[in-house]
């Protein structure tokens, strides 16, 4: 079994704009992925993007909102955990991708 990353994207918890999360849907959604679930990750309160070194931090315009990681046995057992996230009922979306443990 592979571990997955599922990145939640939409607008950022805490922003003017971000998404009134329903804190009591995203535990019930966390626990229900049982033993696939590897790190129950954090939804993220907003971020700094730093383009190089020598530029440093700037106001980031992603629509990175958080993440999660899980064991599958494929994408598509990936793709069917991340299916049901409050996210999407928030509008916003997931992004799956192998994690490569080749450097652990």
Same mark, same amino acid.
């Given at each position: ?13 805490? #922003?003017?704009? !971000?998404? =009134?999360?329903? %804190? &009591? ?7 229900? @992925?049982? $033993? ?26 992603? #629509?990175?909102? !958080?993440? =999660?990681?899980? %064991? &599958? ?7 069917? @955990?991340? $299916? ?21």
């Amino acid at each position: 079994m592979d571990r997955y990353l599922i990145v939640y994207r939409g607008v950022p918890v805490g #922003s003017a704009d !971000g998404p =009134a999360h329903d %804190r &009591a849907r995203w535990r019930a959604w966390l626990d229900g @992925l049982g $033993a696939a679930l590897v790190d129950r990750g954090a939804l993220a309160g907003g971020a700094v993007e730093m383009p190089s070194r020598l530029l440093g931090p700037k106001e980031s315009t992603s #629509s990175l909102s !958080g993440y =999660a990681i899980v %064991r &599958a046995a494929d994408f598509n057992a990936a793709v069917a @955990l991340a $299916a049901s996230c409050p996210v999407f009922d928030e509008g916003g979306s997931v992004e799956v991708a192998r994690l490569d443990d080749s450097l652990a």
